[in-house]
């Protein structure tokens, strides 16, 4: 006998049948799709990083002038009312 394998035979056979189901929806229109993925070029990359390092910037200066200006605190305050 092989490990891992016994000789009686599986009488439950739900789980094999669950698995033939047919897809339905987005599962089924992916079925034969194929999905390559490939990595961002170093142009790509040196743009997706000035463009996050950037908002990071405004962010930390929006929350400097949001705790040191009291009209832009207010401003702020009354704008998410």
């Known amino acids: 006998?092989?490990?891992g394998f016994s000789e009686s035979e599986v009488k439950?056979?739900?789980s094999i049948k669950?698995?033939?189901k047919e897809?339905?929806?987005l599962a089924a229109f992916l079925k034969g799709?194929?999905?390559t993925y490939t990595l961002p070029g170093k142009k790509q990359?040196?743009?997706f990083g000035i463009t996050v390092l950037g908002l990071n910037?405004?962010?930390v200066l929006l929350v400097i002038l949001y705790l040191n200006n009291p009209k832009?605190?207010?401003f702020i305050f009354n704008v998410g009312r």
């Open 1 to 3: 006998m092989v490990k």
């Open 12 to 14: 439950n056979d739900k």
């Open 18 to 20: 669950e698995v033939k």
């Open 23 to 25: 897809k339905k929806g």
């Open 33 to 35: 799709k194929k999905f």
């Open 45 to 47: 990359i040196n743009i």
């Open 57 to 59: 910037v405004v962010l």
């Open 72 to 74: 832009f605190h207010d």
